[in-house]
């Protein structure tokens, strides 16, 4: 028997799709010409209004996220330390080891939740090359700070925007700071190719290395420049990619009606935060936190188990903080006292449901539950 509305799962995201018969076409054209991958037809339209789309104008598609961040720190050459922030999904942090570059992890701002630019400075030393911030939920870095000290200490800057799609700040596509931006377009994510991520460049010889470099170094048929991988994304993920480019805005409109009725329904509640905007000029409402504070009477994981139990499957992230897990719990700056803001929030944050087919009825759902707290 299928589950009532009141008992159907929510979970905390859905993946927004094109009707089924409108990618029919796209896939009838990949079984005609038989190009699958590498570069084809799909790919390079994709990447062309991805670029229009996004106001950037230099992008190379990949896999996903997690190779285009691994890339993109081969692509600048990068070495030694990367100052991080310890508040975000594990790859962030794995895309460095996976490079032999050591973390160096610095503290969050309690508004934001994204790294604190005052930190960094005190975290650079004669080996560090570069800093990785991740403008968190698609909530914009404190882009500026970041870049004036990059500057003054000759370090580069590469962003982990795997939620900031579509996130514009005061001066365009927040994509166009740093020295590398890269996306995530996963299943999870606000626009989704399946698989799939990009890494925004500032030039077109950037570009080309990044093409190599996600080609296993070819540059031609029979020259190889430089240890590449297999990062291509293919056809089937740009074919869908076309298609999601048209239904976008809709979708993001659809976020913002969701996030305006949380506000509504959570104003005032003792008990919980919600985080707010950070400087975006256009917000693409990628997640919904919030945070559980002290005088809530339930708990955030009394109140996580209470979702659970009537089928609402909130999520913690970023919970544990990255610094806590066994691979980076040793090293110098993963300490909890280095960590104060971060460790206590990562403690504190639940994300609630939040994707374009969420009803508002559903929305309401979520909101009782946590205005009923005694139930
Ligand atoms: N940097 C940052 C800051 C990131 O957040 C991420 C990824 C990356 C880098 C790396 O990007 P990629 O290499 O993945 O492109 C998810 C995602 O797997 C991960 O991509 C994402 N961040 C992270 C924040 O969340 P899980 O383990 O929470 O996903 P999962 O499978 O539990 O899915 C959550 C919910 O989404 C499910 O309960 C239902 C729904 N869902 C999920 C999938 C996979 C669907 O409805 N359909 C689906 O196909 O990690």
Redesign the pocket.
Known sequence: MPDSDANKPI?????ELPDLAEFIPHLQKIWDSRILTNGGPFHQQFEKELCDYLGVKHIALFA??????VTALQALRITGEVITTPY??V??AH?LLWNGIKPVFVDIDPNTLNMDPERIEAAITPQTTAIMP?H?YGHPCNVERIESIADTYGLKVIY?A??AFGVKCHCGSVLSHGDLS?L??????VFTT????AIVCPDEKMRQRINYLKNFGFADEVTVVAPGINGKMSEFGAALGLLQLKGIDAALAKRAVIDQRYRAGLKGLKGIRCLEAAGESRANFAYFPILVQPDCPLGRDELYRKFRERKV?V?R??YPLISDFPMYRGLPSATHENLPVAHKLSQQILCLPIYPELGLSDVDRVVAILTDRGA
């Open positions: 979970y905390v995201t859905r993946p996903n996220a997690t190779i285009g961040l975000s999904f790859a962030t895309s991740v968190c982990d795997a939620h890269v995530s377009f996963h299943a999870t994510k399946f698989e799939g991520g499957f999520r992230y970023f």
